[in-house]
T-cell receptor, first 113, second 115 residues
Framework: GNSVTQMEGPVTLSEEAFLTINCTYT??????LFWYVQYPGEGLQLLLK?????DKGSNKGFEATYRKETTSFHLEKGSVQVSDSAVYFC????????????FGAGTRLFVKA | NAGVTQTPKFQVLKTGQSMTLQCAQD?????MSWYRQDPGMGLRLIHY???????DQGEVPNGYNVSRSTTEDFPLRLLSAAPSQTSVYFC??????????????FGNGTRLTVT
């Protein structure tokens, strides 16, 4: 079946550290890939996306590249800030007789000043 | 600029009670959906709708009903609440006739506790 696996958290980093959150997927087809971010007490919001192989999504200093050969979409940021503390969700959307979105379990990030 | 609005924000129910979680969007999105968020499990799809009068089951539909009489509203009904339904519930919408690269827009969630 279709699924998304992302690294377990929590991840704790110091400000200005490099961030990587791993995400791999299994899909019977050619999905679009997304990273969503959830700040405390809020709903999820789109961080970035990629719709085809080798596309790079980027936003607010975050980047992720759609790697079809490794079925991965790892999230990276060169220098994290305290304000980046949140839960990050990797997701895929696939047309299975309707566009369904499947989420990973989420990775909580804590950034210390 | 409301987007997706969910009410209530918090709710406590006793086992066996029923209630309706409300969701409304003002973006004229055809696709609407309900997810539940549980620790370590991400978001799981409960029910979804691709337009008024059309609904379908997601991954975890048991114990929940939905209806879609208008484009704007997509209420989620708990028929007889159980402690296993303690969770945070999110409503999300998107344009249905776009390609699969269109993201979901989320409400701020309803935190439900069933005792």
């Amino acid at each position: 079946g279709n699924s998304v696996t992302q690294m377990e958290g929590p991840v704790t980093l110091s400000e200005e550290a490099f961030l990587t959150i791993n995400c791999t997927y299994t899909a019977t087809g050619y999905p679009s890939l997304f990273w969503y971010v959830q700040y405390p007490g809020e709903g999820l919001q789109l961080l970035l996306k990629a719709t085809k192989a080798d596309d790079k999504g980027s936003n607010k200093g975050f980047e992720a590249t759609y790697r079809k050969e490794t079925t991965s979409f790892h999230l990276e940021k060169g220098s994290v800030q305290v304000s980046d503390s949140a839960v990050y969700f990797c997701a895929l959307t696939l047309n299975t007789g309707g566009f369904k979105t499947i989420f990973g379990a989420g990775t909580r990030l804590f950034v210390k000043a | 600029n409301a987007g997706v609005t969910q009410t209530p924000k918090f709710q406590v129910l006793k086992t066996g009670q029923s209630m309706t979680l409300q969701c409304a969007q003002d973006m004229n999105h055809e696709y609407m959906s309900w997810y539940r968020q549980d620790p370590g499990m991400g978001l799981r799809l409960i029910h979804y709708s691709v337009g008024a009068g059309i609904t379908d089951q997601g991954e975890v539909p048991n114990g929940y009903n939905v209806s879609r009489s208008t484009t704007e509203d997509f209420p989620l009904r708990l028929l007889s609440a159980a402690p296993s339904q303690t969770s945070v519930y999110f409503c999300a919408s998107r344009n249905a006739d776009s390609l699969q690269g269109t993201p979901l827009h989320f409400g701020n969630g309803t935190r439900l506790t069933v005792t």
